[in-house]
């Protein structure tokens, strides 16, 4: 279980990589997340889901339909605590 969790974060952060453009208005981190039962790299500029829209706001993230028609994640204007870091106590 814990190798695949690993594999599948490995994955997720080439796919990135391979995906990102250079120069990028949003060049922040990947974020892994559980989405849907799969490991996935959550940024600014990534493709979405709505029906995730609960997961995505955890991180500071919304999902919103940009120009081009496509749904994409943003940066959340929010006020409130802080999201804990994962594993962290």
Do not use: W
Not at 9 to 22: E, M, P, V
């Amino acid at each position: 279980m814990r190798s695949q969790l690993i594999a599948g974060l490995i994955a997720a952060t080439a796919a990135l990589g391979a995906g990102a453009s250079a120069g990028s208005a949003h060049d922040r981190a990947c974020m892994p997340a559980r989405i849907g039962g799969r490991v996935q790299c959550l940024a600014p500029g990534l493709q979405c889901k709505r029906r995730y829209e609960p997961v995505y706001n955890l991180y500071g993230l919304t999902c919103v339909r940009g120009e081009d028609g496509r749904f994409r994640l943003r940066d959340r204007l929010y006020i409130g605590p802080p999201v804990p870091e994962p594993g962290g106590g």
